[in-house]
C-alpha cells in the first residue's frame, strides 16, 4: 500500500503524529506500507519566495536544490513519529531511492524509478518513507515534479512496487463537482474516471497532480482521495475512487473547475506567413514552456495576424524574455500581459455523446455579463478565458444550470 500525506496533513507535529497513527493502523492489516509525504503546508511557498527574493529569473537547477529541502523535513520527521510507534522505519530521498527525472528543473518528469532496494527493505518489514516531490537526474542533480509533484511520486512508486492502492490523504474526503472551497453545495463523488480526473486535474483541480493522474489511468493503478481529518483509514472507509467504467447514470457534466494560475499573453502585429506559429512557439516549447489556449485573429488588411496565448503565470517572465530573443526572426509590433485572467471548465465524458453542453455554458455566462476571452475545447470539456474577478461567479452559476448541486 502507498500512503501520501499533503501538505496539510503534515502540517505540525500534531498533525504528523495523527498520520503516523494511520500508517501504524493500516501496518496492522498487514501491508507492506511506503508513505510519501509533503513539505508541511506553506513551505514549499516560502522556499519559493525565497528564491524570487534573490532574483525573478533564478537558475531553475538551484530551485530546485531550494525546493525540495520542504519534503527532506518531513520525511524524517515522519520516519522518527513512526519509530515512536513502534514501526521499524527510514526515510528516503529521491536520489536515494533513486526516482530518476529528465533535466525539466522545476516541473522535471519521472523516467524510471530503480526500486529493487527499497522493494528488499518492504519484504523485510521495514517501512519507506519517501520525500515526495524529488526526483535525481541522470547527472546525479536534485529535481522536483512540479507543483502538487508529490501526488506524482506516490502514484509512480504505486506503480513500480505494483501497489494494491495509493492512498492520497488530504484536506477534504474526496473529489467533488468542484471545488468545495468555492462551492459549498459541490457534491462528492464516489468514483471517477481516470479519463474525466486527468481533464479536471489539468484544467485547475489541484486535488491531484495531472501527471499522477496520467500515471495512474497508464497503469490501472486503484488511486483513492480521502481526508485526513476522519478518524478511519483508507483500507476502511471510501474516499473517491479513480476507475475506468462509466457510469452511464452520471450527469452529463461531472465537474467544473477553475485556474487561476494563468497569463494571457497577446503577440500583436506578426507577419501572417507560413510558418510564424512554429517561430513563435517553437522558442517557447524549446524552453519548456506550456502554452496552453491559442487564439489567432488576421483581420488586418495589410496581412498582419495577432496571436493570443495563456501560459502559467509564474512563466511570463520567460517568456518575455523569449519573445525578445526572437523578435528579430518574428518581427511582431507589441506583447501584450494580462494576468487577470482565470480559465474555467466543464467536464464530462457525457458530452460525447450529447450536444448543446457548450451552448448552456455560453448562455450560463452570458446572463450573467461575463464576456469570454479565449474558448478551447477537448471531447470531454470546455474550457473559457474571463476576467479573474468573475471567476467564483461563473463556477457557482455554471454548477447550478449543470444541476450538480447536492440533493
Ligand atoms: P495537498 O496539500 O493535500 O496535496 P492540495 O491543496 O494540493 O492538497 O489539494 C486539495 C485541495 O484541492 C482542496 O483543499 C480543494 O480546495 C482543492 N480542490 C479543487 N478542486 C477540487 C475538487 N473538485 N474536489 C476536491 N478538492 C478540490
Ligand atoms: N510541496 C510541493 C508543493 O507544494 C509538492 C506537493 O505538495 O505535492 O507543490
Ligand atoms: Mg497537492
Redesign the pocket.
Known amino acids: 500500500l502507498v500512503i501520501?500525506?499533503?501538505?496539510?496533513?503534515v502540517a505540525d507535529i500534531e498533525r504528523i503524529k495523527q498520520a503516523a497513527g494511520k500508517v501504524a493502523a493500516e501496518a496492522k492489516r498487514g501491508h507492506k506500507l511506503v508513505v510519501v509525504v509533503?513539505a508541511m503546508?506553506g513551505e514549499t511557498d516560502r522556499l519559493i519566495s525565497l528564491c524570487r527574493s534573490v532574483t525573478p529569473l533564478y537558475d531553475l537547477r538551484e530551485y530546485d536544490a531550494v525546493v525540495a529541502t520542504g519534503e527532506q523535513i518531513t520525511s524524517g520527521l515522519m520516519a522518527i513519529a513512526l519509530q515512536q510507534r513502534g514501526l521499524r522505519a527510514r526515510s528516503w530521498q529521491g536520489w536515494q531511492i533513486p526516482m530518476v527525472s529528465d533535466t525539466a528543473h522545476s516541473k522535471a518528469r519521472l523516467l524510471r524509478i530503480e526500486a529493487d532496494k527499497l522493494r528488499a527493505r518492504l519484504e523485510d518489514g521495514e517501512v519507506a518513507v519517501l520525500a515526495g516531490f524529488q526526483g535525481v537526474t541522470e547527472d546525479g542533480r536534485i529535481s522536483t515534479l512540479g507543483?502538487?509533484g508529490?501526488?506524482t511520486s506516490a502514484v509512480a512508486l504505486a506503480a513500480a512496487l505494483n501497489a494494491d492502492r495509493c492512498d492520497?490523504?488530504?484536506?477534504?474526503d474526496?473529489?467533488?463537482?468542484?471545488?468545495?472551497?468555492?462551492v459549498s453545495q459541490?457534491r462528492?463523488?464516489s468514483r471517477i474516471t481516470y479519463e474525466e480526473m486527468l481533464e479536471?486535474a489539468s484544467m485547475?483541480?489541484?486535488?491531484?497532480?495531472t501527471r499522477s493522474v496520467e500515471m495512474a489511468m497508464k497503469h490501472k493503478i486503484k488511486v483513492q482521495?480521502l481526508s485526513?481529518f476522519e478518524n478511519g483509514i483508507g483500507s476502511d472507509y471510501p474516499g473517491?475512487l479513480l476507475t475506468d467504467e462509466v457510469n452511464m447514470e452520471e450527469n452529463l457534466v461531472t465537474?467544473?473547475?477553475y485556474a487561476r494560475d494563468e497569463a494571457k499573453i497577446s503577440v500583436i502585429g506578426l507577419k501572417d506567413t507560413p510558418g510564424v506559429e512554429a517561430d513563435l512557439f517553437g522558442p517557447l516549447s524549446d524552453a519548456n514552456i506550456n502554452v496552453d489556449m491559442i487564439v489567432m485573429n488576421v483581420a488586418d488588411p495589410a496581412g498582419l495576424a495577432d496571436i493570443t496565448f495563456t501560459v502559467p503565470r509564474g512563466d511570463v517572465s520567460r517568456v518575455i524574455e523569449t519573445l525578445k530573443t526572437h523578435k528579430d526572426k518574428l518581427g511582431y509590433q507589441n506583447v501584450l500581459t494580462d494576468t487577470e485572467v482565470a480559465k474555467v471548465s466543464v467536464i464530462g465524458v457525457g458530452m460525447r455523446s450529447h450536444a448543446g453542453v457548450a451552448t448552456t455554458m455560453f448562455r450560463t455566462l452570458a446572463a450573467r455579463g461575463i464576456n469570454i476571452q479565449a474558448i478551447s475545447t477537448s471531447e470531454i470539456k470546455i474550457s473559457v478565458l474571463i476576467a479573474q474577478e468573475y471567476a467564483e461567479l461563473a463556477v457557482r452559476a455554471l454548477h447550478a444550470a449543470y444541476g450538480m448541486e447536492k440533493g
Open positions: 501520501k500525506f499533503g501538505g496539510t496533513s509533503s503546508s507543483r502538487g508529490s501526488d492520497i490523504y488530504t484536506d477534504v474526496g473529489v467533488y463537482t468542484t471545488d468545495p472551497r468555492l459541490a462528492k463523488l479536471m485547475g483541480a489541484k486535488v491531484l497532480q482521495v485526513t473517491t465537474g467544473i473547475t
